[in-house]
Nanobody, 127 residues
Framework: QVQLVESGGGLVQPGGSLRLSCAVSGFTLDEYAIGWFRQAPGKEREGVSCKSTNAGRTYYLDSVKGRFTISRDNAKNTVLLQMNGLKPEDTAVYYC????????????????????WGQGTQVTVSS
């Protein structure tokens, strides 16, 4: 059974940090490109970051460049999103997702390209 389970969300003040974690099971993570997406109330889901299976390609949404870092640990079946310098506009439900099987440098911020999704974790940035 495929499962992606996010954790690490919460309430943080502007300028603060959070680290989101996604534990995956039921498939071989090193054969899948990974992505983080978010959806704020009343808005469409948007791609935040992705990383290819070989970790050779990484993309970030322009508004999070320099603040967010995606990483993957295939041996631990874990995907991380380190978020620093958080802003109120980062408030959303964050989802991890996997696309595959994929090999090489494939990485995409299009949600339609992803096959498996987690249930999401709420991130709220507010003073």
């Amino acid at each position: 059974q495929v499962q992606l389970v996010e954790s690490g969300g919460g309430l943080v003040q502007p300028g603060g940090s959070l680290r989101l974690s996604c534990a995956v099971s039921g498939f071989t993570l090193d054969e899948y490109a990974i992505g983080w997406f978010r959806q704020a109330p009343g808005k469409e889901r948007e791609g935040v970051s992705c990383k290819s299976t070989n970790a050779g390609r990484t993309y970030y949404l322009d508004s999070v460049k320099g603040r967010f870092t995606i990483s993957r640990d295939n041996a631990k079946n874990t995907v991380l999103l380190q978020m620093n310098g958080l802003k109120p506009e980062d408030t959303a439900v964050y989802y991890c997702a996997a696309s595959g099987p994929r090999f090489g440098n494939y990485c995409d911020l299009d949600a339609g390209e992803y096959d498996y999704w987690g249930q999401g974790t709420q991130v709220t940035v507010s003073s």
